[in-house]
């Protein structure tokens, strides 16, 4: 199993511009989850899904589009880059039910100039 | 809302001294408490778990406590070896009233352990 997959690596965006992260996981998982990292705050959740066709907002959605349309794959768009949007973005992806374990991608460095 | 706060946000000890990382949550309705650590340029994994109907769990070198009353649980890491060195991130979860549930992640503790 390659587990939890992100693309690309880096990516350097002027702003305005507008871009998708792509996320897949080949597990099988229900739940999948999009945060951003950035230095002294920790991870803070962007958005979430608990199943193919299912998304919430987390504690940061502002600026950001997910869609669900696959078990495997929960990409994340920024419409219109900004400055503040530059951070390291990290897919989750875990079994079904509170109590499992998340499994996390690689991560995606994301600059906005 | 809901937060989760973790100290200290650095932490140097030598190695095979013990480390202590405590997390306070703010929502008592949180059930579900993990301990991940990250690497340098990777992504978090999860080290260890506690659920609110225990009070301690351990694995090996590490184990985790929790105190419902007074809404804190702490990571304990004993005997610690360089390659502990990483960030960790404590975090709470709760199943939400519409069946979902999310985490809310500390903002992580860099241990360094020193040779």
């Known amino acids: 199993n390659a587990g939890v997959t992100q693309t690309p690596k880096f990516q350097v965006l002027k702003t305005g511009q507008s871009m998708t992260l792509q996320c897949a996981q080949d597990?099988?998982?229900?739940?999948m989850s999009w945060y951003r990292q950035d230095p002294g705050m920790g991870l803070r959740l962007i958005h979430y899904s608990v199943g193919a066709g299912i998304t919430d907002q987390g504690e940061v959605p502002n600026g950001y589009n997910v869609s669900r349309s696959t078990t495997e794959d929960f990409p994340l768009r920024l419409l219109s880059a900004a400055p503040s949007q530059t951070s390291v973005y990290f897919c989750?992806?875990?079994?079904?039910?509170?109590?499992?374990?998340?499994?996390f991608g690689p991560g995606t460095r994301l600059t906005v100039l | 809302g809901e937060n989760v706060e973790q100290h200290p946000s650095t932490l140097s000890v030598q190695e095979g001294d013990s480390a202590v990382i405590k997390c306070t949550y703010s929502d008592s309705a949180s059930n579900y408490f993990p301990w991940y650590k990250q690497e340098l340029g990777k992504g978090p994994q999860l080290i260890i778990d506690i659920r609110s109907n225990v009070g301690e769990k351990k694995d090996q070198r590490i184990a985790v406590t929790l105190n419902k009353t007074a809404k804190h649980f702490s990571l304990h890491i004993t005997e610690t070896q360089p390659e502990d060195s990483a960030v960790y991130f404590c975090?709470?979860?709760?199943?939400?009233?519409?069946?979902?549930?999310?985490?809310?992640f500390g903002t992580g503790t860099r241990l360094k352990v020193l040779a």
């Open positions: 989750a992806s875990s079994a079904g039910g509170a109590y499992n374990e998340q499994f």
């Open positions: 597990m099988n998982h229900e739940y």
């Open positions: 975090a709470a979860s709760k199943a939400a009233t519409s069946g979902t549930y999310k985490y809310i």
